[in-house]
């Protein structure tokens, strides 16, 4: 079974928006919560390797 990333960070986005106190703990799990989003978002956009096509040399009269 594959993960919903895109879900995940929705579910993650509104936890964040709920945490709105200014306590410590509140701020200390935003932060946490932030740190999921970027990992997630981190491994979902991974570019893969590309193959590089060479471009013909152009010669020079």
């Known amino acids: 079974m594959a ?3 895109p879900t995940a960070r929705l ?3 509104s936890a964040y928006d709920h945490l709105r ?3 410590h703990l509140s701020t200390e799990v935003r ?3 932030d740190l999921l989003i970027e990992a997630i978002a981190t491994k979902e ?3 893969k390797s ?3 096509l060479p471009f013909k040399q152009r010669t020079r009269p």
């Open 21 to 23: 106190g200014n306590d």
């Open 11 to 13: 579910h993650l986005a």
């Open 3 to 5: 993960s919903d990333f």
């Open 45 to 47: 956009f991974v570019h």
């Open 31 to 33: 932060y946490a919560i």
């Open 50 to 52: 590309a193959e590089i």
